[in-house]
């Protein structure tokens, strides 16, 4: 084949990959499995116009597309701190906002049954023995009594980390379930959120009734801006998969629920991200005895202004709105 007729058959589709690397350098939206076609495309004329030495024009224009796809679709992301921070700062609240029924919705079921669960347990044994038997019962009075093994002892510092993975996992593992139960139509997660809010609200309202909340209070109050939060933001996770589940709309039940999914994705990561730091909260703070309980409430007070300022104001701009 000639050199001008091998540019005649395939500069339409060089032109065409050219206009397409412009779009994307422009940051415009492009389809991306075509521009890898292309580029595949490209790189094959290449080796095709060296091996046959064509002109030299012909080969470094398809040099020059090579290189130029090359670093458009290889070049290094930022996945750095600056990266952290802006998905920190501006894209998770943004992406919790723009998905705040859910958020409501999920708040409501955890919120609201937590709040009847401690005046019930509070006001009388007979509801908290109804969610769960006496053993347990004297288990958590004995984990926040007053005697030496009670919670907010001095720990020495292995133990903290030891406790640090422990609070990993147990603060992830239900923040798992409230997600993963979604996938039952959003039946499981509003269960799941539910019964959380119940046996929370059960335990809190009978540590207090039995004269233990002092001990109680300082160790949950400045963990739980974080813990209870992300709790409610993995389960408006699942209700956003169950939704995508019940309510297609025009899309197939399959498409729906990969959307729902993509929709909840940052609300999983916020969740997971708050349930981290509640953790480390726990076992570094929270079981901190040498910490008068006067200054826990002060900086639970500020923790709680932090999170609820992080996803309410956090930087989103007019795409919160």
């Known amino acids: 084949m000639t050199p001008l007729r091998f540019e005649a058959d395939h500069a339409a589709g060089w032109d065409e990959f050219d206009a397409q690397l412009k ?17 595949r495309r490209i790189c094959e004329n290449l080796a095709l116009a060296r091996s046959r030495d064509y002109p030299m024009h012909l080969v470094a224009r398809l040099e020059a597309l090579a290189q130029e796809a090359h670093e458009l679709i290889y ?5 750095g701190l600056r990266r952290l921070g802006t998905l920190l700062r501006e894209e998770l609240p943004r992406a919790v906002r723009a998905q705040r029924r859910y958020v409501w919705l999920a ?22 023995l109804r969610l769960m038997d006496a053993a347990q019962l ?44 979604g996938i039952l139509a959003g039946v499981g997660s509003a269960l799941v959120m539910v019964y959380n809010g119940l046996a929370i609200g059960a335990v809190a309202g009978h540590l207090t009734r039995v004269g233990l909340g002092h001990n109680f209070w300082p160790f ?11 709790i409610v ?39 997971f991200f708050l349930l981290l730091v509640a953790a480390a909260f726990e076992a570094f703070w ?27 104001l956090g930087r989103g701009g007019s795409h919160a709105r």
């Open 75 to 79: 070049r290094r992301q930022d996945y």
């Open 220 to 230: 949950v109050v400045t963990h739980s801006a974080f813990e209870l939060t992300g």
């Open 138 to 181: 004297r288990n958590y009075e004995s984990m926040y009594g007053d005697g030496k093994k009670a919670l907010g002892r001095v720990r020495e510092a292995d133990g903290d980390w030891q406790m640090f993975g422990f609070y990993i996992l147990n603060n992830v593992g239900i923040g798992f379930r409230c997600f993963g139960a």
């Open 23 to 39: 779009l994307a350098r422009q940051g415009k939206p492009v389809d991306g499995a075509l521009l890898a076609a292309r580029y």
């Open 233 to 271: 933001l993995a389960g408006a996770a699942g209700l956003r998969v169950g939704m995508g589940w019940l309510a297609p709309g025009r899309m197939t039940r399959l498409d729906a629920l990969r959307t729902a999914a993509l929709a909840a994705v940052p609300l999983v990561y916020a969740a």
């Open 107 to 128: 708040l409501a079921l955890f919120g609201l049954p937590l709040l009847l669960s401690f005046l019930l347990a509070h006001h009388g044994p007979d509801f908290a």
């Open 286 to 312: 929270s079981s901190a005895a040498w910490i008068a309980p006067p200054v826990k409430y002060g900086v639970a007070a500020l923790c709680w202004a932090l999170v609820l300022g992080w996803l309410l």
